[in-house]
Structures are given as structure tokens and as C-alpha cells.
């Protein structure tokens, strides 16, 4: 009984660190958010602006304007696509960046699914991490 009583409280105590975020840690983040004190319509210009002068090509689409996204793009063995969703009201705008990508296989014969872009340790995710983390900058200083 003495024993039962061990696991028991070993198991409340994990399960109560697993809560805690001591163990597993929080999920990784997916998106870069930008607060501007530019009107929406501004801050359309300021990332239209930065994913061009970062080399990105923009997809022409009817949301263009408040949803750019970029022509998919090679890092390394993946194929990625920036996304930007502009929201805004009078003189504040909000940018928030995300992407996707995936990876080729077996010689490029197959594609893997679509994978959303983290800050996590993955070298391929890291590297376009750093990249939006750069378009990030590149807006905030236009």
C-alpha cells in the first residue's frame, strides 16, 4: 500500500510540473506581431515596401492589400510563403507575419505537407524564422 501511495503522489507531482510548463515548456511561436502607430493603409505600404526590398515576390490575389502573401521561395531543401495580415483602425495598425513551408523528398519526387513556420530548434525552421524576424525589422524601419 505504502507503494501505491509513492507512485500516486510521483504522478500528481509530474502531472503538476507538466502544468506548470516546467516540463514541455510553452508551444513555440508561430506568428511575429508588429503594434505600428501608422494608419492600416500605411502600414499596407510599409509591408508591401519591406517584402520587396527583402527580394520576396508578391502574389498578386484580391487581398493583396491587407493579406500579401509572397511567391513560394527556396530556403535550403524547403519551398516556403511569407503571409502578412494587415488590421487597423484611424492612426494604430497591427501586422502580423506568419508562413508556411515544406520539404522536398526523395530526390524532389515528393513533397512533404504544408508545415507552419515556429521558432523551434529545427534548422530549416529557424532559418525562416530569422527571416521573418527580419522582414519584422524591415517594416518597423521603413
Known amino acids: 500500500m505504502n507503494r501505491l501511495a509513492q507512485l500516486m503522489t510521483g504522478a500528481a507531482i509530474l502531472t503538476s510540473l507538466a502544468g506548470c510548463g516546467l516540463i514541455g515548456g510553452r508551444p513555440a511561436e508561430r506568428d511575429v506581431t508588429i503594434d505600428l502607430p501608422v494608419s492600416r493603409s500605411a502600414a499596407v505600404r510599409r509591408v ?3 517584402f520587396r526590398d527583402e527580394g520576396y515576390v508578391i502574389r498578386s490575389t484580391l487581398t493583396s492589400g491587407t493579406k500579401p502573401e509572397t511567391e513560394p521561395f527556396r530556403q535550403g531543401d524547403a519551398e516556403a510563403v511569407f503571409r502578412a495580415e494587415i488590421t487597423g483602425s484611424g492612426s494604430t495598425s497591427r501586422v502580423v507575419l506568419s508562413g508556411t513551408y515544406h520539404t522536398k523528398q526523395f530526390g524532389g519526387i515528393v513533397k512533404s505537407g ?3 513556420v515556429r ?3 529545427d534548422p530549416t525552421e529557424r532559418a525562416l524564422w530569422n527571416r521573418l ?3 519584422r525589422l524591415a517594416i518597423r524601419e521603413q
Open 48 to 50: 508591401t515596401s519591406a
Open 133 to 135: 524576424q527580419q522582414l
Open 119 to 121: 521558432n523551434s530548434d
Open 114 to 116: 504544408e508545415h507552419e
